[in-house]
């Protein structure tokens, strides 16, 4: 087979790690991969590494496309780099504003003035210069049309749902139209329906002439897939066809390990809480940009140590929901609404309502600042700032170790958490939200990224808190099996509509 690329015993550095030694893998015309493997075995570090992002200090890596390409064009390289003709897809996306620049932050999709320094989607696919030499087998209507972007081509990159964001980063990866396409957990954050048609999605993209190369779960390979690439350790333990390929050592059940005393010390702080008639309560709640209507007419009581899942599809509205909830959208104040016996605009803060309230959710995730250390970002949550602006506390941050620990994670304490694997920094920003005992949980897609072991594991601490107190919790996701045991109510939207 035609090699397109080939990485002979290379050593990979990031920073002072050392993230593999003597690497090898070949990349063939025709064929597709899964790369698949435990948190922090190197899955999203291989594809960085294709995608040219780390240091090789040791053997090397040949883009035998990228000489083809100039054997072809005619060119001497001097103008052109392999880079353009590869595609990455990573977790997190990188839009700039209309200024140039990333300075998004968090709450301005929910403020309709700020958010007018956002591109539309349509804007940003036009921005997308398509990779020298090729023939464009993608254009923006053709995309469009795969991704399903047609609803959402004047709305801001900024009022995206997690989903919707996926799905356009796809789109825009296709209309550099790349020899290769790197994905990294691209069904994360997909709806259910989304991710059946994902099938269907690649089938076209490879179908187009594309070589995919994926991080995924096991459980999730495409049929276009030809190849699993199992990785442990920051190593390639095996690769194997895909027809060979049992996903079932890779779900295997979890002992229930969870250190019960520890928890129920962790938890002794929320013993004397306040009583409230309702957590949440609202009334004919209407939310509308524009002439685009997010939530009509929603009424929903959340009573103190109720358990509940929120679900729908992707733009169904969820995240709105909660930012009405969580102090984030002014949107509150023209709504009937109360939080915790107070009805919003008659004087409560918004640190009075984040005080009560653990959060975390994919667009926290994407907009957290990286700069601190592991422990510094989950001491924050004392404060609900994003990130530690203060002199640290003995006392709190030896609390936030201990959460460390409940999640497993204990190993970064000191490492920034921009160093860390995603969903490391999903754990941490989970403990975050679990430090001050909060009254309310929130955990929108809390699982994102996270291996079977942390998933089951997380689902279990859950469980075992809402055992031990008597904490409200609202549960965001889009996979059946991730909803804990304790959750017993649910909550349906549908374009804005509660089912």
């Known amino acids: 087979m035609q090699p397109l690329l080939s990485i002979n015993h290379a050593t990979v550095r990031f920073l002072n790690n050392t993230l593999f030694s003597s690497l090898n893998f070949i990349v063939c015309k025709g064929q597709h991969y899964a790369l698949v ?19 090789i200090t040791g053997g090397n890596i040949d883009y035998h496309f990228f000489n083809e390409f100039l054997e072809r064009s005619g060119h001497d390289g001097t103008h052109h780099t392999y880079h353009q003709l590869i595609a990455l897809v990573e977790t997190k996306h990188h839009f700039k ?3 140039n620049t990333t300075d998004f932050y968090y709450q301005q999709r ?20 398509p990779a020298p030499g090729n023939k464009p087998r993608w254009d923006t209507e053709k995309a469009i049309a795969l991704l399903k972007l047609g609803d959402l081509r004047s709305k801001q990159l900024i009022k995206l749902s997690n989903g919707e964001t996926k799905r356009l980063m796809l789109a825009a990866a296709l209309l550099k139209n790349p020899v290769l396409l790197l994905l990294d957990n691209p069904l994360v954050g997909l709806d259910v329906q989304t991710r059946t048609e994902f099938d269907s999605i690649l089938d076209e993209i490879t179908a187009s002439g594309i070589t995919v190369i994926m991080a ?67 009334n004919n709640v209407h939310v509308q940009y524009g002439d685009k209507v997010i939530l009509d007419q929603i009424n929903w009581q959340v009573l103190p140590g109720e358990r509940w899942a929120l679900l729908g599809p992707n733009g169904a509205g969820k995240s709105t929901l909660l930012s009405l909830i969580n102090g984030d959208n002014p949107q509150a104040y023209a709504n009937d609404i109360v939080l915790f ?25 994407q907009y957290f600042p990286t700069d601190n250390s592991c422990l510094q970002v989950i001491e924050s949550g004392y404060y609900d700032t994003l990130g530690l602006f203060r002199p640290s506390i003995k006392s709190r941050a030896e609390t936030a170790l201990r ?9 970064y304490a000191r490492v920034l958490l921009k160093n860390i694997p995603a969903s490391a920094q999903r754990l941490c920003l989970l403990a975050r939200a679990l430090i001050k005992n909060p009254d309310l949980l929130i955990f ?5 990224g996270l291996d079977a072991h942390q998933q089951q594991h997380f689902k279990m601490l859950v469980d075992t808190i809402c055992r031990f107190g008597n904490v ?12 804990p045991e304790s959750v017993t109510k649910v909550l349906r939207l549908e374009k804005g509509k509660q089912y």
Request: charged share 25%; with cysteine.
């Open 37 to 55: 493997g435990e948190s922090g075995s190197g899955k999203s570090a291989l594809l960085q590494t294709i995608a040219g992002r780390f240091n």
């Open 97 to 99: 504003n209309l200024s």
């Open 110 to 129: 929910y403020n309709s003035s700020d958010s007018e320094d956002a591109l539309t989607v349509e804007e940003y696919l036009q921005t997308i210069a």
């Open 216 to 282: 995924t779960s096991p459980d999730e390979i495409p049929s276009a897939i030809t190849q699993v690439v199992m990785l442990r350790s920051g190593s390639i333990s095996q690769i194997i066809l895909k027809e060979h390929f049992n996903p079932m050592p890779f779900a295997l059940k979890t002992k229930d390990n969870i250190d019960n005393e520890e928890l129920k010390a962790l938890l002794s702080g929320a013993a004397n809480k306040a009583m409230y008639q309702f957590i949440i309560n609202m």
């Open 341 to 365: 016996d107070k009805k919003r605009g008659t004087g409560e803060s918004i640190w009075d309502i984040k005080s009560k309230i653990g959060f975390v959710s994919p667009e926290l995730h």
């Open 403 to 411: 959460w460390m620990k409940a999640l497993e994670i204990e190993k």
């Open 444 to 448: 929108d897609e809390p699982c994102q």
């Open 472 to 483: 409200t919790l609202i549960y965001v996701t889009h996979y059946q099996q991730e909803i």
